[in-house]
Nanobody, 119 residues
């Protein structure tokens, strides 16, 4: 499985961005997809996840109500719509996929895409 993330950029506080993560390869093996983020000096943290069927979206409390994760079935692409962005959302965002939904760990990772929110 290969994951290609895109959509990062610079936005003012209160603005919006949509991140995309296109999956290719043996996508039939994917059970769930997630978005994570990391800032310098901090551990990578979970932001949101969704089942590969498009169900069971789940969010970290700090993004709940502002971020929406979704999936385009035809394109095997997962999106993270980020609204009401705050400076503290600034991070490198990574998408990831796992093959067993019961596992905590993700098996495949895309390259990061940088989101910068200015105050």
């Amino acid at each position: 499985v290969q994951l290609q993330a895109s959509g990062g950029g610079l936005v003012q506080a209160g603005g919006s961005l949509r991140l995309s993560c296109a999956a290719s390869g043996r996508t039939i093996s994917i059970s769930a997809m997630g978005w994570f983020r990391q800032t310098p000096g901090k551990e990578r943290e979970f932001a949101a996840s969704i089942g590969w069927s498009g169900g069971n979206p789940y969010y970290q409390d700090s993004v709940k109500g502002r971020f929406t994760i979704s999936k385009n079935y035809a394109k095997d692409t997962v999106y993270l719509q980020m609204n009401s962005l705050k400076p503290e959302d600034t991070a490198v965002y990574y998408c990831a996929a796992k093959t067993d939904y019961r596992n905590y760990e993700y098996d495949y990772w895309g390259q990061g895409t940088l989101v910068t929110v200015s105050s």
